[in-house]
């Protein structure tokens, strides 16, 4: 069941606190960003739709990819994008630069996304797993 704030319009996988915030416009969120990050998040949107349907979210910390609840979040530091994503698993991989396991059973996994070039086959096949693992 999705809740969407009356306030903010956000959508949410149950009705709970959150920061009360609209999200932004892709454009919007991109304004005056460097064009990598553009563009590595046209190639994980592009990942994620040819999954099926899915929530983009741009708000001021990053970028949000819902099903019924986040399963995939990019935000940008100083030299890089962090790429996080939920699991039923834990993965093991010297790519990954953060673990966090959650009370749902979930492992929440971070990597740092420095170029397009990062977006290989494996980062790919997690998305897919993260993606179909939110979906039910």
């Not at 995939?72 to 093991?92: C, M, N, Q």
């Not at 630069?97 to 971070?110: K, L, P």
């Amino acid at each position: 069941m999705i809740w969407a704030c009356p306030a903010c319009g956000r959508e949410f996988g149950q009705r709970r606190s959150h920061v009360c915030v609209p999200a932004l416009s892709v454009e919007t969120y991109f304004g005056g960003r460097p064009a990598s990050e553009r563009e590595i998040f046209d190639i994980i949107r592009g990942q994620v739709e040819s999954l099926g349907p899915c929530i983009i979210e741009p708000v001021n910390v990053g970028i949000f990819f819902k099903r019924k609840r986040n399963f995939l979040e990019l935000r940008p530091k100083t030299r890089w994008l962090a790429l996080s994503f939920g699991l039923a698993r834990r993965v093991d991989d010297p790519r990954i630069t953060r673990t966090f396991a959650s009370t749902s059973g979930r492992t929440y996994h971070t990597i740092r996304i420095r170029g397009p070039e990062d977006i290989d086959q494996q980062v790919r096949e997690w998305i897919t797993e993260s993606y179909l693992e939110f979906s039910g």
